[in-house]
């Protein structure tokens, strides 16, 4: 069973301080995986997309890394602000007909002053 | 702004009645998939529609079903509905089902709640 889990659940940092989050995933056969933020009571918005050949993709403060061999992937944010408050899901896609996705359950982030 | 469009934003109503939710794409996507997110169990994958084709199916329950119209808009019904199908309801839109990189384009939801 395809199956996406993420860590911690939550997570409390101050601003201007660096957090990564974790996402381990089981997913077969492995398509790509995205990092999505969502801000509460909000759709989910895009910040990165890895195939099975990239390693790293950075969207501005936020980088992403894949290790396709253990499975594993995370989400590196550099100088938090307040608005990075927000839950942090990992979504990754197999090789099927259409574009169908397995979701973690998310981390949820909170960035204090 | 998406540019995926959701309506209605709020909805409330009784069990055992019957909803439709409605969505636009993107202009110029041709595939919707609808979400459903329920506070204990995240984000779940419902259904998918490209160009007015069923493309894939998820955790969809039969009482629920989905059309995709030739102007691309796709509306959600919910039937005999159940204090539990209480969620946020998103719509997400994206250029093609094939292209397994292409992003998803998420709408705001629509909040159901079921008394």
């Known amino acids: 069973k395809n199956q996406v889990e993420q860590s911690p659940q939550s997570l409390i940092i101050l601003e201007g301080k660096n957090c990564t989050l974790q996402?381990?995933?089981?997913?077969?056969?492995?398509?790509?995986l995205r990092w999505y933020k969502q801000d509460t009571g909000r759709g989910p918005v895009s910040l990165t997309i890895?195939?099975?050949?990239?390693n790293t993709k950075s969207n501005g403060r936020y980088t992403a890394t894949l290790d396709a061999d253990t499975k594993q992937s995370s989400l590196h944010i550099t100088a938090s602000q307040l608005s990075d408050s927000a839950s942090y899901i990992c979504?990754?896609?197999?090789?099927?007909?259409?574009?169908?996705?397995?979701f973690g359950g998310g981390t949820r982030l909170m960035v204090k002053p | 702004d998406s540019g995926v469009t959701q309506t209605p934003k709020h909805l409330i109503t009784a069990t055992g009645q019957r909803v439709t939710l409605r969505c636009s794409p993107r202009?110029?996507?041709?595939?919707v998939y609808w979400y459903q997110q329920s506070l204990d169990q995240g984000l779940q994958f419902l259904i998918q529609?490209?160009?007015?084709?069923?493309?894939a199916k998820g955790n969809i329950l039969e009482r629920f079903s989905a059309q995709q119209f030739p102007d691309l808009h796709s509306e959600l019904n919910l039937s005999s509905l159940e204090l539990g199908d209480s969620a946020l309801y998103f719509c997400?839109?994206?250029?093609?089902?094939?292209?397994?990189?292409?992003?998803?384009?998420f709408g705001p939801g629509t909040r159901l709640t079921v008394l």
């Open positions: 890895m195939t099975f050949s990239e």
């Open positions: 979504v990754v896609s197999a090789h099927n007909a259409g574009n169908m996705l397995t």
């Open positions: 529609y490209y160009n007015g084709e069923e493309r």
């Open positions: 997400a839109s994206s250029v093609t089902p094939g292209r397994h990189t292409d992003t998803q384009y």
């Open positions: 996402c381990n995933y089981t997913v077969s056969p492995f398509s790509n």
């Open positions: 202009s110029g996507d041709l595939s």
